[in-house]
């Protein structure tokens, strides 16, 4: 049927039917053939080669990984009161006590006040492992794509909106259990009350237990926003065969 067509069309053009080599006319129809039945050499590349579960699937992987290696190395002695990143200083409120202190060389009881925040910080952070992979198993196919083609710290932020209010609520109590063990701090909290009547300090700043836990918080978030960058910078280094393969494919885009 094809060579009657192009046979027809060939004589409606006026050219002498002698003219045809059928055999070569038959050859480039098988050609014509093959060619159109080989697969297509145009594979699809990057991030458009996964499904949207196996976005999800890898961002879980890293996201998981990231979380609890941000819990460990904060957990740790040292996790916050070594690391000037996360280490949580003095309330403004007292740095003129501190002053004060170092002059007549009592600067010691600064230095153990400091070391309690930040030890009490520690022995909060484990209770933040179990919330964060919760949030990891509850993303979406919706969450997962817009964290991977997101800012550097998407997932972060998606942590902090999932979990921050919660982890609040896990932490504060651990922490003022160990802050009643450290006189200073009663006195603070004390000095705090009477400046909030006073209109001299703000009352986010009069609880000790309060300044402590949003500075864990912000450590803990500061961390784990270390990881992701660093998954996304080297993805060969994620946790989880399809996750380095969708964070090497996003990375070359």
């Given at each position: 049927m094809i060579?009657?067509?192009?046979l ?9 039917a ?6 070569d006319?038959?050859s480039?129809?098988?050609?014509l ?11 699809p590349?990057?991030?458009d ?7 999800a ?7 998981t990984?990231?979380?609890?290696t941000?819990?460990k190395?904060l957990a ?9 990143k ?10 003129k006590?501190d002053?004060?202190l170092?002059?007549v060389?009592m600067?010691k009881?600064?230095d153990e006040?400091?070391?309690?925040m930040n030890?009490?910080?520690e ?5 933040a ?8 198993k509850?993303?979406?196919v919706n969450d997962a794509?817009?964290?991977?083609l997101?800012?550097?710290?998407a ?7 999932n ?7 896990k ?5 003022g ?9 009663q ?19 009069a ?6 836990t ?7 978030y ?12 080297h ?12 964070f ?6």
């Open positions: 060579r009657g067509a192009l027809l069309g060939m004589l409606t053009l006026g050219m002498p002698a003219a045809f080599n059928l055999d006319l038959k480039k129809i098988d050609g053939k093959q060619s159109s039945s080989a697969p297509s050499s145009s594979q590349t990057g991030l080669a996964f499904s949207p579960q196996q976005h699937e890898s961002l879980k992987q890293a996201l990984q990231g979380a609890e941000a819990v190395d740790r002695v040292d996790g916050y009161l070594g690391n000037p996360v280490r949580i200083p003095l309330p403004e409120n007292l740095k006590v002053s004060a170092r002059k060389g600067g009881y600064a006040f400091i070391t309690s030890r009490s910080a022995a909060a952070v484990p209770e492992k179990a919330l964060l992979i919760t949030a990891v509850n993303m979406t794509k817009d964290i991977l997101g800012n550097d710290d997932a972060t932020q998606y942590f902090r909106r979990t921050e209010t919660a982890l609040d609520a932490f504060k109590p651990i922490v259990r160990s802050m009643q063990k450290v006189r200073l701090a006195a603070y909290n004390r000095f705090a009350d009477k400046g909030v009547k006073l209109g001299l300090v703000k009352e986010k700043d609880h000790l237990d309060d300044y402590i949003s500075k864990a918080l912000d450590g803990l500061l961390m784990i926003a270390e990881q992701e960058k660093e998954i996304r910078a993805p060969l280094q994620a946790t989880g065969a399809l996750a380095k393969k969708i090497s494919a996003l990375r070359g885009q």
